[in-house]
């Protein structure tokens, strides 16, 4: 017990919290010199301050640095010499690109947060933090991002987000441990297919771009589970087209099969039908709304996007993102042949009740046909035609 609480007031003597006391000045000579070279952390967020003084670089074994929340304009030369920092946070002030000194390159920094600030450009000094795992330059006026980011080998965070970025080079592919890409709220036109690269990116966000397509190459990142497209006139035509596009018939048939957990045969249908069937599949999302959806998880249909009437947001087939679905229905491809009469009777008998089909439940595997009424069902299953791959889904929280 003793040991214990001699480590938590170590840990105590290695913070320096000078944050939220409107400090105008900060005095590194009202520190002892003890204090000064035991500490590891230093708060001076939500203060008043315009400039950091040189002495900060008295604090020699300093790891974290906040600085955010104030109205500084430059970063002293003194930081420079803090050989041990690996983070800064410096978000919400008025740095700019000319704010930095010239050997800030040199620092061993894992983390820099330079968020809500005034660059107009990523300083080539941040691109030479080798060490860097992540960069946060969100709510900034941006206007692109420079090649040297490739220099940034380490980078596994990348956060530019809310700037005014209108391309996205195809360097940024040189970075083989990027995980989190987020390039939300910019003038994002299109997006290289040299992404395919990063291999190891599990997350992208491009809501609220220009983008009207994206290429086919983005299929191949096997790691992504997250992809944010919404606000993107891709997404708002494709939902606007879709809100016109009902279910077929062939698509309520099975989807009250697969709903209400009905047992079908081969001798019931042809076996093409029996093939439609089988390769339905239903969200994956545990949170889902009918439990029965969960035993329909084995097959892997990479579905680009959800499409998502209340938040809006955008992501692939894996995520989590949403807790009640009703209508989750990625299109698959055309089915040859035609049912018997036998089978197509069959069938009525087991989907009496189709006008209920069209909620609560995630149809994974469909068509869209040209049909009248349940009159037309045996033509409907002989003569339908593919449709846009991607399809809305609805939440109903």
């Not at 670089?57 to 041990?84: H, M, P, Q, V």
């Not at 439940?361 to 299953?381: D, I, M, P, R, Y």
Request: proline fraction near 6%; charged fraction near 20%.
């Amino acid at each position: 017990m003793e040991s214990q609480e001699g480590a938590a007031a170590a840990t105590r003597d290695c913070v320096l919290d000078f944050s939220r006391l409107s400090l105008n000045t900060f005095n590194v000579n009202n520190v002892s010199e003890d204090r000064q070279r035991d500490t590891r952390q230093l708060f001076l967020n939500y203060n008043r301050l315009y400039a950091l003084p040189s002495s900060v670089s008295l604090f020699y074994n300093l790891e974290l640095l906040d600085i955010s929340n104030n109205g500084l304009t430059t970063i002293c030369e003194g930081i420079t010499r803090l050989a041990k920092l690996k983070t800064l946070l410096a978000k919400n002030n008025r740095l700019d690109e000319f704010s930095l000194p010239k050997e800030f390159g040199s620092l061993q920094l894992e983390v820099l947060n330079f968020s809500g600030n005034r660059f107009q450009e990523i300083p080539l000094q941040c691109t030479k933090l080798l060490r860097l795992q992540s960069l946060s330059i969100g709510g900034n006026r941006l206007k692109s991002i420079p090649a040297e980011i490739e220099y940034l080998t380490s980078l596994e965070m990348l956060y530019l987000g809310g700037n005014l970025i209108s391309d996205i080079p195809p360097e940024l592919a040189h970075l083989p441990y990027l995980t989190y890409l987020v390039l939300c709220d910019n003038r994002i036109q299109s997006v290289p297919p040299q992404l395919a690269r990063l291999h190891s990116l599990r997350s992208l966000s491009l809501h609220n771009n220009l983008l009207t397509y994206l290429p086919r190459e983005i299929l191949s990142l096997v790691h992504l589970q997250e992809l944010s497209l919404r606000g993107n006139p891709l997404v708002v035509r494709f939902v606007k087209e879709m809100i016109y596009d009902p279910p077929s018939l062939l698509e309520l048939a099975g989807r009250t099969i697969k709903s209400r957990n009905i047992p079908y045969f081969p001798y019931d249908m042809p076996s093409n039908l029996v093939l439609y069937l089988d390769l339905a599949s239903k969200c994956p999302n545990p949170k889902c709304a009918d439990d029965t959806q969960r035993q329909f998880q084995q097959m892997k249909v990479f579905t680009l996007i959800h499409a998502c009437d209340r938040s809006n947001s955008l992501t692939s087939v894996g995520s989590t993102g949403c807790p009640s679905c009703t209508t989750c229905a990625p299109r698959s491809a055309l089915l040859p042949a035609a049912p018997t009469l036998r089978a197509t009777q069959s069938l009525r008998r087991r989907t009496a009740s189709l006008q209920t089909a069209s909620k609560g439940s995630c149809w994974v595997n469909s068509q869209q046909e040209n049909t009248k009424g349940n009159a037309e069902l045996a033509s409907n299953f002989a003569a339908h035609t593919p449709i846009n791959p991607l399809h809305t889904h609805t939440h109903t929280q």
